[in-house]
């Protein structure tokens, strides 16, 4: 071609004279061809360097710091490709690597690389047991020589070793690409979930003993009709539902999937990195993980002697506060009259969790027109049995709902969500059914408990916090595993007791009884 330096390298013996000789093994790099002189050296300096294009120049750099780099002149520009690596299977004793490609040394076999020639193949291949002769040998003996047989065994072996390899890797992987800010015990611990149907009694996570209103299904079955559809980001028309239900304006409502979305928008909206949350020990343990989670100090105030708010947590200093009224994993609720004098001078907003309201007296919604900073959370898998659907929302001022719409998810609630809570909503006459049921279980089984030596806290959620008689929590946990039956146990400064759900009638007559009440 016009404008190429002549080679200054003639041809190996046997080598085309066009073809391009390599100039690393196995590399995947060729120089540029763009009017590169045909010594490097020449390229790096003076008028030719300048005369270069920049893509060759760049080419010409890499090379200079490539050892081992032979020069040669360029021709074309091209990518090459490496060379295949070798098949490896039944190939014992192969050289890989650029020795296997150097000529064979004196009294070495050509095929195979071994020393001694084609004798000493023919006494390895006669040594070896019948179906394992190699292909080399195979060749010198013709004929004579048994079919190649696979080893299974070692090759399931082998394959076992490389699956537990992989294993091993992707856990390691999982565990240092992790931010090391959050730890390794890191998550949130939910109550166990046995398989459905498997003659478990489920007391460990606080769901309703009654199915859901008759009117949810036929709710849910009709919406599954436009599930090819986005719903509606807002929630509507759940949300305005829910706002005529409690007296508010639709833009007072914000949906999500489950309060535990609602709170984890809360740490979006208003908390940065640093930042203070302030909530009392023991409550949802969800607080703290999602506090971590985005980089927010935790300030937890202990409970008082009766189990019941500390002073402290009105006064201590935090953007964000979290009160679960009724309590949980205690049950103790707090008046709203009582919560509005404590919680009068505290700072930031204040997020009120009455995910247990519906078994309790009194709701704090009503306050809400005197405290603008206050959101009240509730949820629809307690009152209203739907806790597999996932819908919680808050109620608050109408900027405080803005911001938890400016950081919500583009989706948050789905089409059969939303469907089945308005239903459930609509038929009130189930709800206030379902919680009079509650209520009067969580009655009987705190009198029977108490009779039988047991310890509790007033309760008015749907479970009760209880000390057995000792206070060998844990050892009461497990004998009533062994029966099939499931209840709530937390570790720290009240492990002597336990949480246990309030079943139906006869649940919790199948509880007393493993208790032996």
């Not at 196995?26 to 120089?31: E, G, Q, S, V």
């Not at 763009?34 to 020449?42: E, F, I, N, S």
């Not at 004196?106 to 004798?119: F, S, V």
């Not at 390691?172 to 959050?182: E, G, I, M, N």
């Amino acid at each position: 071609m016009p404008g190429r330096a002549p080679p200054d390298l003639p041809p190996r013996r046997g080598e085309d004279p066009g073809r391009i000789r390599p100039l690393w093994p196995a590399a995947l790099l060729l120089l540029v061809a763009q009017g590169v002189p045909a010594r490097l050296d020449q390229a790096c300096e003076g008028a030719g360097a300048a005369a270069q294009p920049r893509q060759a120049q760049r080419h010409v750099r890499e090379a200079q710091v490539l050892p081992r780099l032979r020069e040669r002149p360029v021709r074309r520009a091209e990518v090459a490709a490496a060379p295949p690596r070798p098949d490896r299977r039944g190939r014992r004793g192969q050289r890989r690597g650029p020795r296997h490609q150097r000529p064979p040394r004196a009294g070495q076999h050509p095929a195979r690389g071994h020393r001694g020639g084609a004798r000493g193949a023919r006494r390895r291949a006669r040594a070896r047991p019948a179906g394992r002769c190699g292909a080399a040998a195979r060749r010198l003996l013709g004929s004579a020589a048994p079919a190649p047989r696979r080893r299974q065994g070692r090759c399931r072996r082998w394959r076992r070793r490389g699956r537990r390899r992989g294993r091993a890797r992707r856990r390691l992987l999982v565990s240092t690409l992790r931010r090391a800010s959050l730890g390794a015990g890191f998550g949130y611990t939910p109550g166990e979930q046995p398989p459905d149907g498997d003659g478990w009694l489920k007391l460990n996570t606080n769901e309703a003993p009654l199915g859901p209103s008759s009117a949810v299904a036929p709710a849910v079955a009709a919406a599954t009709t436009l599930l090819h559809l986005y719903p509606d980001p807002y929630g509507e028309p759940l949300r305005s539902a829910l706002a005529r239900h409690h007296g508010v304006a639709p833009d007072c409502v914000f949906l999500a999937n489950g309060a535990d979305q609602v709170i984890d928008c809360l740490f979006r909206a208003y908390c940065d990195p640093g930042d203070r949350a302030v909530w009392p020990v023991p409550t949802y343990s969800l607080f703290p993980v999602l506090a971590r989670l985005f980089g927010v100090e935790e300030v937890e105030i202990p409970l008082d002697g009766d189990l019941g708010l500390p002073a402290a947590l009105g006064t201590a200093d935090g953007r964000l506060r979290f009160i679960v009224n009724p309590n949980a994993p205690t049950g103790v609720w707090t008046a709203p009259e009582a919560l509005e004098e404590l919680l009068d001078p505290a700072p930031g907003v204040v997020a009120i969790d009455e995910a247990y309201c519906d078994f309790a007296p009194a709701s704090c919604i009503p306050l809400l027109e005197r405290h603008p900073r206050w959101l009240v959370l509730r949820t629809f898998s307690k009152g209203y049995a739907l806790a597999g659907l996932r819908v919680g929302y808050a109620v608050g001022h109408p900027e405080l709902i803005a911001d938890l719409l400016a950081v919500k998810d583009s989706y948050p609630v789905d089409r059969c969500a939303i469907a089945g809570a308005a239903a459930a909503l609509a038929d009130q006459e189930h709800h206030r059914r379902l919680v009079a049921g509650v209520r009067a279980e969580r009655e009987r089984l705190s009198r029977r408990l108490v009779a039988a030596g047991w310890r509790l806290t007033p309760s008015e959620a749907n479970f009760v916090f209880a000390r057995p008689p000792g206070g060998d929590a844990a050892g009461t946990l497990a004998r009533l595993r062994e029966r099939r039956i499931l209840v709530r146990h937390f570790a720290g400064d009240h492990a002597d007791r336990l949480r246990i759900t309030v079943g139906s009638p006869e649940q919790n007559d199948r509880l007393l009884d493993a208790l032996g009440i």
